[in-house]
């Protein structure tokens, strides 16, 4: 797979077929596989100027090699400091690849989707994004100390 940028027009109506109850978002990046055609999407909506939510969307695994361009994206030329997902509290695939991904457990909405269907909230702050190098995760050019 392969990240695609500048078609977010595209990716939101291919989206929309995929996604019950997708809004317009603020950025939108397919995932094409090797033959050029559109199996994924990475969705961004911007909830502040500092934080965007996550949705992802793919009818294959995804790529090794899409995380960390898509982030040094999200974390550098856009600018956001935190992403965060949500998902259903038995979406087992999606509870196993958020933290695979670098994502922390940050919570749980309950009844988000509907009664009983409860949301896990999981969060990744740019100063914590493994895929950025460590001068990269913070924005005042000082390297924090752990």
């Known amino acids: 797979m392969q990240l695609m940028l500048g078609q977010d027009a595209a990716v939101t109506a291919w989206a929309a077929q995929m996604i019950d109850?997708?809004?317009?978002?603020?950025?939108?990046?397919?995932l094409?596989?090797?033959d050029g055609r559109l199996r994924g999407c990475l969705i961004l909506n911007?909830?502040?100027?500092h934080?965007?939510?996550?949705?992802?969307?793919?009818?294959?695994?995804?790529?090794?090699?899409i995380p960390r361009p898509f982030f040094r994206i999200?974390?550098?030329?856009?600018?956001?400091?935190?992403?965060?997902?949500?998902c259903e509290r038995n979406n087992a695939r999606?509870?196993?690849?958020?933290?695979?991904w670098g994502f922390k457990w940050d919570g749980t909405a309950r009844d988000f989707f509907?009664?009983?269907?409860?949301?896990?909230?999981?969060?990744?702050?740019?100063?914590?994004?493994?895929?950025?190098?460590?001068?990269?995760?913070?924005?005042?050019?000082?390297v924090q100390q752990a």
């Open 21 to 30: 109850g997708l809004t317009q978002p603020t950025h939108a990046f397919g």
């Open 32 to 34: 094409i596989d090797g």
């Open 46 to 49: 911007e909830i502040t100027s």
């Open 51 to 65: 934080t965007a939510d996550f949705i992802v969307y793919s009818e294959a695994p995804i790529a090794a090699n």
């Open 74 to 86: 999200v974390f550098e030329a856009l600018g956001y400091g935190r992403l965060q997902t949500l």
């Open 94 to 100: 999606s509870r196993k690849d958020n933290p695979r």
């Open 114 to 142: 509907g009664p009983g269907r409860d949301a896990l909230r999981f969060v990744m702050l740019k100063t914590d994004c493994r895929y950025l190098k460590a001068s990269e995760r913070h924005t005042d050019g000082h």
